[in-house]
């Protein structure tokens, strides 16, 4: 156990050595072509000194996708760091243009070396505190006549105990510089901030549209086994007891009293069970559009409804399903809370959005946090980033306005 506490500092020593002296290797090809020019016999005049800047320049920076690539896999195999590339804009001057590419550059430029320099260091360090660490070890295969020149008991120990403390501090710098390293690459090399927020809010943005689908696919598929299992149970059921009613006329009163109740019952039960599965997901609305399914919502409300679709094409299952849940509630709202005479319900296509509109001429005040749904439609419409709106002045009328993206 103490052995272990003493050894703690080493872990993962090794492994950041490594990436250190990789990096250092990996920053010599680009070093090189900068310093290639300046070599003896450089150039001496204005023109060759400035191509002898620019031109390596222009080389490292079109190197710069592959040498970015370099140290991400560096990185991967060395350190276990992903370090992902940012976007590429396409086109030369669009890539020139990016403030990814001249990230890029700089790294190379300078952090690149600078690390390359430290890591360099670390290595130098771990040399000098082995040889410090092991002098008992390698003194005696110094020649003789130079050996006693060095032997000192005291001094070799001094050494040793030096070496042994510096090989604790190169294993600590190894670590820090390659975490240094690790973090330097991963904001030079790899997305911006704005670029991950919007990665993240794209791949969010995704997966809630997946959800949202395997919602409606999950409703849809609830309907249907209702509709075919249970609610054909209990029609089966009610039209056996109507025929019992029919064909055995002397029935005692009290059995017959006990079939007419649950003969009540049934159908009571099959329109409950209609009205739930409607709830889920109207089974006319898959079969034959949201405009057959929002004629049926007209047709069953208590006053008078002008609908009005224009659908060239239909949208997407979840969409409809989103747009058909919009008007049923509104309308629940109109008959409950707006004491209104009639009710118009548009629905177009205009683009890629499905733009929906009910109105009222009730008495307005609507308010969506006063309770009456509008919070829970606002909430399903967000949930395929659509955009919910109501004006509802006190006096009337109501509009709610739905905007839905055709898109999804």
Partial sequence: MQSAFLLRPFRGAGRATALLAVGALAQLPPLLVLALPWLPGGPTQALSV????????????????????????????????????????????????????????????????LLALAGLCVLLLWTA?????????????????????????????????????ALYAAAWLATAVARLDARAAANRLGPSRTEQLARRVADLTERRAEVVAATDAERRRIERDLHDGAQQRLVSLAVNLGLAKATLPDLPDDARKVIDEAHREAKDAIEELSNLVRGLHPAVLEDRGLDAALSGI????????????????????????????????????????????????????????????????????ADSSG???????????????????????????TVVTVELPCAL
């Fill in 50 to 113: 400035l191509a002898a800047v620019l031109v390596p320049l222009a080389a490292l920076v079109a190197a710069t996708p592959l040498l970015s690539a370099v140290q991400r896999a560096r990185l991967r195999t060395r350190f276990g760091v992903d370090v992902p590339a940012p976007a590429r804009a396409g086109g030369v001057q669009p890539w020139l243009r990016s403030e990814a590419t001249w990230r890029q550059v700089r790294y190379h430029l300078v952090v690149g070396p």
């Fill in 129 to 165: 505190a082995g040889v410090a660490a092991t002098t008992y070890v390698w003194i005696w295969a110094v020649p003789p006549e130079y050996r006693y020149a060095l032997t000192d008991v005291v001094q070799d120990g001094y050494v040793t105990a030096a070496g042994l403390a």
């Fill in 298 to 365: 007209a047709e069953r409300a208590p006053l008078p409804v002008r609908l009005t679709v224009d659908l060239p094409q239909r949208p997407s299952p979840t969409i409809e399903a989103v747009a058909y849940f919009v008007v049923s509630e509104a309308l629940a709202n109109v008959v409950k809370h707006a004491r209104a005479s009639r009710a118009d319900v548009s629905v177009e296509r205009i683009g890629e959005i499905l733009l929906v509109v009910v109105s009222d001429d009730g008495v307005g005040g």
């Fill in 371 to 397: 309770g009456t749904g509008l919070t829970g439609l606002a909430k399903r419409v967000a949930s395929v980033d659509g955009t919910f709106s109501i004006n509802s002045p006190v006096g009337g009328p």
